[in-house]
């Protein structure tokens, strides 16, 4: 960063300031003086078209003097977010100011009247102040004025600061002690001083807020100074590791930037017998940036402005004010302005790559930033790797920000030079050398010898004390390169050829490229903090950490035989220099506010700017207001960047533009003061003119063969028009070209130029007028084209109507499948005639999508039978797809089902399995999972009703399977309904073998047993013993399907409690004889059974017969079968009764029977859960023959 003064204001009356402050929002300066002064001023910076930033004209808009104060006034605070200014004087009397209609009032006071405020702080959001007096009275207090709190601490306070989050507050004592208390004045700890192990006086204590967040993470915003000249920089109040600096100065003001980024200290400074001010400024980290000198004796106080570029001071009866030019990180390659800033919401750096030529922005977020540099078309970003490592990274990316090569090195690249072929980045103790080639650059043979080559080759690592000879000889190790030196490093600069590298002492290396061969040594007479070479490596500039420009000639051999001598030429308060990049003798440099180019060492008059200078290339200096740009980084406005010609240019201009002077004397002058601009520009004015004899010597003398080239075909011209308009075009004055056509009636040829141009919103304008002489074709064309723009804009309705004029159907597809337009893209498959290559396309982003139905389609109307298939196979449509298959005779797609529905039984996904067989219409092969699924939850035996589903879903499952070879044979043979279903009985669907005919006959067999088990279970406890008897009577059947030992445990129960205790003693006998039993389980039904009948004798109290209906015997009415005429009773899947009428009701699914009476009270089938809603369609038989 660069300093210097800038203005100075007077108290009146010669008095003397006490202290200053300056409002960063608003701009207003308040000054506190001796005999009560107080004064608010404001200082606005008239900033026009031309001149803006720092450079522009500051006047004094304000400069009011506010009368209330009796004594010196000590102390003024702002409030800047309630806009009021707080003043407190030796008296201790307070006063609060509010600003009204362009004027400052009183709005409150407070005298104490027992001490002398000696400081007072709002808070981050200007809530709360907390006012201290010396006798260690505290008040905090609200911004309406109200008391929060208040304490005697009975201590002598001399200093206060909120922390950023308010929670907080530090108090300074006059013994240099620092209390911390809590928003609620509660004492928490101390702060520890690490500056001296004495009682020593606090002279300074700021703490940065964090509003415009920290340029690093875990950088140190805390800074208490001390009388000894100690400094004390902490990341928070219990930092146990600060950073502690030796000032050397006599502290009287301290004070952070606004972004926390620049720590400004002022005080006395006692050097030879003989005192001086000096504001000395750091970073967070404690490195000194610069030290300015300033006038006056006193030094009272100094504040900074909103932006970080200017610094008041008050010094006696003074205030003087200071620029300032930070050292941003940025740089400039191609078009691009590169640069960097921090959010407050966000750790990392936000780097812009501001392309001024298309004016669009790209952000990129690095964390850990350390530098940007740039040159050509190259930006070197370096950072420090965010893994703890300890390494830090070179990222090399284009003009738009796209990484082209990495490197990750070992030491910390405090400064970078980059060249076209090298980067070149140096520590304190160490160079490191890195040849890149960007893609544009490798030809065949660099790809196939770059794997060959050793790293070395391409990296190279030197201390600064060594001597490399460019021979290849061994490099220094990282131990080596981290060595300490006794003259740093402290600056570098390249050029194609030749490496500078400046150290503290003021001795510079010189070293060839790309060898690294140390050519040779010399001496400066100043300490340098940047240097540049000029484009053709013989001339150095120096500027010094003085701000002073100085040259060294690099070819000049001196008296005693030196090669090299610094020149005698200087100039002071230089902050900015740029050699130009075709010229050796041409450069630009900035002087405070003021840009000078000199050739030759002869200054051109100075032009008022205070921007950074981009660049210096045909006799004109780009700079760009970075301050200005920085006020809103995200939003970078074009009239920030200033192009400035050097006077030769501006004279020739001149010259031209005076028609007294011929175009025989601009030759005569550009031929005294040649350059290819020049050349060009009187080339230019030439074709203007139509003359094209100067203009193609111009063109000749500025080596443009393309010019020349052009000028002849203007000599093949016939009419003068169209000479004009090809000069227009030329120009790139498009429009009057257009006219020029017009004016000829040739609207084909303003159409062509504008064709290529591709300015096709135009092409279309013009080919709607009459006679534009365009076809369909270029019609189509245009429109297409113009639907190109919107598409690469994402603008994808705006292109949908362009290319459905242009009848561009494949990009019509992407705009339909980017807004998610399926209906449309389904309309456009179904306009697309068929075997169009487009379908497969279609059909492809159906299927991204998983639209299985519309993706079919468009395979199949393109022919593409295979991708169909596959397609219905990945969106797991199985049933489609096996359609498909056997619709096409490929047989490939059984195989495929196998061995997917064998990977999900391997992984265990059973469920998965039945799901794709069922799609895929194999009905046995997901039943006979079902049924296995089914046994082992009834093996379990702890979820009866999960087994019952699993039952029924497999009797669903052939239920489904013989509708389906019901259907397949009546759609292949034509039988009817009957005659199919009796045919589809002996059609092998399924490849169905032996085993599972028997399973397919009876497949509600254990659907049944569980249903009865349940409906047993559930009158048991209902208390309907009699038909829970006659339940597990039934349940008899099924001892393959329930174990044997629930289905008589429960016909125990059932019988004990209907009192039929001779079914029960059957039931005990049959749990006794049970092989699967222990001798222990066996003895435990025996003794309940002795212990029951005991008391009842085996008989069944209740005995109700019923008679046969097929012979007429009575016989209990429990019994499934007639012992006489053994004719079998169905069972009722409502109560568990035997069936004994002709009337019952059967369901057409399960084709199970049941109580006309006792269904028509349910909904749905006890046993398969069909849906009763309509009754009438079920079958109600007479028979049950």
């Not at 004025?145 to 601490?153: C, H």
């Not at 907080?168 to 006059?174: A, D, K, T, V, Y």
């Not at 300490?484 to 490229?513: F, M, N, Q, W």
Request: with cysteine.
């Amino acid at each position: 960063m660069f300093i210097y003064l800038s203005k100075k204001i007077a108290i009146p009356n010669n008095t003397n300031l006490r202290c200053l402050s300056w409002n960063h929002d608003q701009g207003y300066i308040a000054c506190g003086g001796e005999d009560g002064l107080l004064k608010v001023l404001k200082l606005d910076i008239q900033s026009d078209n031309k001149v803006k930033g720092l450079a522009a004209p500051s006047n004094l808009s304000m400069n009011q003097t506010l009368e209330g104060h009796g004594g010196s006034v000590e102390v003024v605070v702002w409030n800047m977010e309630h806009m009021k200014l707080t003043s407190s004087d030796q008296y201790g009397l307070i006063i609060v100011w509010t600003l009204y209609k362009g004027q400052w009032f009183e709005e409150m006071i407070n005298n104490r009247n027992k001490s002398v405020v000696k400081d007072m702080k709002w808070n981050f959001d200007g809530a709360k102040i907390c006012i201290i007096y010396e006798d260690g009275a505290v008040i905090v207090g609200s911004v309406d004025g109200n008391r929060i709190w208040g304490k005697e601490l009975k201590i002598q306070l001399s200093w206060v600061e909120w922390s950023p989050d308010g929670k907080s507050i530090l108090f300074g004592l006059n013994n240099g002690e620092i209390h911390i208390y809590d928003s609620n004045g509660n004492f928490t700890s101390k702060l520890i001083n690490y500056c001296s192990s004495d009682s020593c006086t606090i002279t300074g204590l700021d703490w940065y807020n964090g509003s415009e967040g920290y340029i690093e993470q875990e950088c140190h915003s805390l800074i208490v100074c001390y009388d000894n000249g100690k400094m004390q920089l902490m990341k928070s109040e219990t930092d146990e590791s600060p950073i502690i600096v030796d000032t050397g100065l006599k502290i009287t003001a301290v004070q952070w930037n606004h972004t926390g980024s620049v720590l400004a200290i002022g005080g006395l400074q006692r050097n030879q017998e003989k005192e001086s001010n000096v504001i000395l400024f750091y970073t967070p980290f404690g490195d000194h940036l610069r030290t300015l000198r300033i006038p006056g004796k006193n030094l009272a106080d100094l504040s900074w402005d909103g932006d970080g570029l200017r610094l008041s001071l008050a010094i006696d009866s003074y205030i003087y004010f200071a620029n300032i030019r930070p050292d941003y990180k940025w740089g400039y390659c191609g078009n691009t302005v590169v640069y960097a800033f921090n959010k407050p919401d966000r750790q990392d750096s936000s780097v812009v790559f501001w392309e001024t030529k298309n004016k669009e922005c790209i952000v990129k977020y690095i964390k850990n930033l350390i530098g940007i540099t740039a040159y050509g078309d190259h930006c070197l970003i370096s950072t420090k790797a965010p893994d703890g490592s300890g390494q830090y990274v070179l990222i090399l990316s284009n003009a738009i920000g796209t990484p082209l090569e990495t490197k990750y090195i070992d030491i910390k690249p405090e400064y970078a030079a980059i060249t076209e072929t090298h980067v070149i980045v140096a520590s304190k103790e160490a160079f490191y050398s890195w040849q890149f080639k960007t893609p544009k650059k490798l030809t065949s043979i660099d790809l196939s010898s770059t794997s060959n080559k050793k790293k070395d080759n391409r990296e190279r690592l030197y201390h600064i004390d060594d001597v490399p000879s460019g021979t290849g000889e061994r490099q220094s190790d990282i131990k080596r390169a981290r060595e300490k030196t006794k003259d740093p490093i402290c600056c570098i600069c390249a050029s194609d050829a030749l490496l500078v590298v400046g150290r503290e002492s003021g001795t510079i290396h010189r070293y060839s490229l790309p060898h690294l061969a140390l050519e040779m040594k010399n001496t400066l007479r100043c300490r340098p903090y940047r240097t540049s070479l000029n484009c053709n490596s013989t001339r150095l500039a120096i500027v010094d950490i003085s701000g002073v420009l100085s040259f060294f000639d690099l070819d000049t051999v001196t008296t005693n035989g030196e090669k090299g001598e610094h020149l005698s030429f200087e100039r002071k308060d230089v902050w900015d220099m740029k050699w130009a990049e075709d010229r050796p003798d041409l450069f630009a440099m900035t002087e405070k506010t003021r840009m000078y180019i000199f050739r030759n060492m002869d200054p051109e008059e100075p032009i008022i700017s205070s921007g950074y200078i981009c660049k210096f290339n045909d006799l004109e200096v780009r700079s760009v207001l970075l301050d200005e740009i920085f006020k809103d980084p995200d939003n970078p406005n074009i009239n920030l960047l200033m192009d400035i010609e050097t006077r030769s240019l501006r004279d020739t201009r001149e010259l031209l533009a005076q028609s007294e002077v011929g175009i025989g004397d601009s030759y005569q002058f550009i031929e005294e003061n040649p350059h290819p601009r020049l050349w060009r520009l009187l080339a230019e004015y030439s074709l203007s003119n139509l003359d094209l004899k100067i203009a193609e010597k111009a063109f000749v003398r500025y080596l443009d063969y393309q010019g020349i080239q052009f000028v002849k075909s203007l000599h093949k011209l016939d009419s003068e028009k169209k000479k004009l308009a090809e000069i227009s075009a030329y120009f790139k004055r498009f429009d009057e070209a257009e006219n020029y056509y017009f004016e000829m009636d040739r609207r084909d040829l303003a159409i062509d130029m504008r064709v290529k141009l591709g300015d096709w919103f135009r092409v279309s304008q013009l080919l709607k007028t009459e006679g534009s002489g365009g076809d369909d074709n270029l019609v189509r064309q245009s429109h297409n084209a113009i639907g190109d723009y919107y598409a690469d804009r994402h603008r994808w309705r705006d292109a949908i109507r362009q290319y459905v004029v242009g009848l561009n159907q494949n990009r019509l597809a992407e705009c339909y499948y980017m807004l998610e337009d399926f209906e449309g893209l389904d309309n456009l498959m179904n306009s697309v005639p068929e075997n169009h290559p487009l379908l497969a396309e279609i059909g492809n982003m159906f299927f991204t999508v998983g639209m299985c139905e519309p993706a079919v389609r468009s395979y199949m109307k393109c022919g593409k039978i295979k991708m169909a298939i596959d397609t219905c196979v990945n969106l797991n449509q199985w049933d489609q797809a096996v359609e498909l298959a056997r619709a096409n005779n490929m047989k490939e797609i059984d195989n495929l089902l196998a061995k997917y529905a064998s990977h999900l039984l391997e992984k265990n996904k059973v469920l998965n399995a039945i799901e794709l067989y069922r799609k895929a219409s194999r009905h046995v092969q997901a039943a006979k999972l079902l049924y296995q699924l089914a046994k082992e939850s009834a093996a379990v035996g702890n979820k009866p009703m999960r087994t019952k589903k699993l039952y029924v879903l497999a009797a669903l499952m052939v239920e489904q399977h013989v509708s389906y070879m019901k259907q397949r044979v009546q759609s292949t043979s034509g039988q009817d309904s009957t005659t199919a279903t009796l045919t589809s009985l002996f059609v092998d669907g399924d490849g169905i073998d032996g085993g599972d005919t028997k399973t397919l006959d009876n497949a509600w067999r254990g659907a049944e047993a569980f249903h009865f088990y349940l409906m047993a279970q559930r009158q048991l406890y209902d208390g309907m013993f009699d038909v829970a008897m006659k339940t597990a009577l039934y349940l008899r059947d099924f001892e393959d399907l329930i174990d044997p030992e629930k289905i008589y445990a429960l016909l125990v129960l059932a019988s004990i409690s209907n009192k039929c205790y001779g079914i029960a003693s059957k039931a005990f006998i049959k749990l006794e004889s049970m092989e699967s039993f222990n001798d222990s389980q066996r003895q435990s039904y025996e003794d309940l059974a002795l212990d029951i009948f005991s008391r009842h004798p085996p008989k069944d109290i209740r005995n109700n017969k019923a008679e046969c209906s097929h012979c007429e015997t009575l016989i209990p009415d429990y019994l499934p079968i007639c012992p006489n005429c053994e004719n079998n009773f169905p069972i009722c899947i409502v109560t568990g009764r035997p069936i004994m009428s002709y009337q019952f009701w059967m369901c057409t699914v399960c084709k199970h029977k049941a109580f006309e009476q006792e269904i028509l009270r349910l909904q749905n089938c006890p046993l398969c859960h069909t849906s009763l809603y309509n009754k009438s369609q079920y079958t109600m038989n007479d028979s049950y023959y």
